[in-house]
């Protein structure tokens, strides 16, 4: 059963402390994304990579955020120092390249 | 600047009858254009997709048609069934490549 995995699902922090969210990307799978949920805005992306390389990271804070693949099986989604307003669902999602992206179950953010 | 838009954030419908969806993008480089469903504490889910090269793709229950001239698809859902109460998103890319852009998402709610 193929499918994207998450970890953690939920995260609570305090605000200043660094956020770590990891990704397992469909075995593969070439293409690796990272979105924010949020109300107003709906999917953002953040940032993608393709054969473990990053191809664009325009949607994502550069002085705290960063996005890495240190293999195919692995990708992670730092935050340091988070904030509140970093609060949100954050999804992985992983593909072929061909549009279709299958996504992961998330990881819910709180930052106290 | 939102290049899809998903005017209404929710709608709500008796079982049954049909439920329309809206998406509305500006980019006429737009190509080819999805809808995801989701679920809470899941993942977005891929529904059906339609390529530019048509106005109209049908999957059972689901079709969706697509208005160029208008910058316009909708997704038609008949009948309408309580496990479709969902989010679902509408996103558009250029065929073939990586990068999706995703509305904000509509809430429907599918009540006996």
């Known amino acids: 059963d193929a499918r994207v995995t998450q970890t953690p699902r939920h995260k609570v922090t305090e605000m200043g402390q660094e956020v770590t969210m990891r990704c397992q990307p469909i075995?593969?799978?070439?293409?690796v994304f990272w979105y924010r949920q949020t109300m107003m805005q709906g999917l953002e992306l953040l940032a993608y990579?393709?054969?473990?390389?990053?191809?664009?990271d325009s949607g994502m804070p550069k002085d705290r955020f960063s996005a890495e693949m240190p293999d195919a099986t692995l990708a992670t989604l730092k935050i340091q120092p988070s904030e509140p307003r970093d609060s949100a669902v954050y999804f992985c999602?992983?593909?072929?390249?061909?549009?279709?992206?299958?996504f992961g179950p998330g990881t819910r953010l709180t930052v106290l | 600047d939102q290049q899809v838009k998903q005017n209404s954030p929710s709608l709500s419908v008796q079982e049954g009858r049909i439920s329309i969806l809206n998406c509305d993008y500006t980019n006429s480089m737009f190509d080819y254009f999805l809808w995801y469903k989701k679920y809470p504490a899941e993942g977005p889910t891929f529904l059906i997709s339609i390529s530019s090269i048509k106005d109209k793709n049908e999957d059972g229950r689901f079709t969706v048609f697509l208005n160029k001239s208008a910058k316009h698809l909708s997704l038609h859902i008949v009948p309408s069934q309580p496990g479709d109460s969902a989010v679902y998103f509408c996103?558009?890319?250029?065929?073939?490549?990586?990068?999706?852009?995703f509305g904000t998402g509509t809430r429907l709610q599918v009540f006996p």
């Open positions: 990579f393709r054969n473990r390389a990053p191809l664009d």
């Open positions: 075995l593969g799978h070439n293409t």
């Open positions: 996103a558009a890319s250029v065929y073939n490549t990586d990068k999706l852009i």
């Open positions: 999602a992983s593909g072929l390249g061909d549009n279709e992206q299958f």
